[in-house]
């Protein structure tokens, strides 16, 4: 059996999702993302199991090396997004939590009306 077009096959195909996966997250699609992970990492784990059989062959290796280094690149911009996306999920929960203290603050004062007291000797 030659294991190449098989390689070839997995390869591409984790090289499709790794392009759909940074055009989701381009476009902010975060749940569809998460989704096409799970594919993403059952190919992953399919190529793992693919080499273990068979080893690839140098030949095999140099021919699957561009289409490694587009996945790779595809992985890196995902990530890079991802991190983007965490720090401004992290920006937002600043907001909510200081948002949350200045209510918890003022909720306990809410009803009351506060008058000036008078000063002695006036």
């Not at 799970?38 to 399919?46: G, L």
């Not at 080893?55 to 490694?68: E, F, G, I, K, Y």
């Amino acid at each position: 059996m030659n294991i190449a077009p098989q390689l070839l096959t997995i390869y591409q195909q984790l090289l499709v999702l790794s392009q759909s996966m940074l055009r989701l997250a381009s476009e902010e699609k975060w749940d569809e993302l998460i989704e096409m992970e799970v594919d993403y990492v059952s190919a992953v784990e399919v190529l793992a199991q693919s080499t273990r059989v068979a080893p690839m062959s140098a030949q095999t290796q140099d021919q699957l090396r561009p289409v490694l280094r587009h996945i790779l690149d595809n992985e890196a911009e995902v990530k890079s997004l991802l991190q983007s996306r965490m720090a401004e999920l992290s920006s937002l929960i600043g907001q909510a939590t200081r948002q949350q203290s200045v209510n918890k603050a003022y909720s306990g004062v809410s009803g009351v009306v506060l008058f000036p007291q008078e000063s002695p000797g006036v």
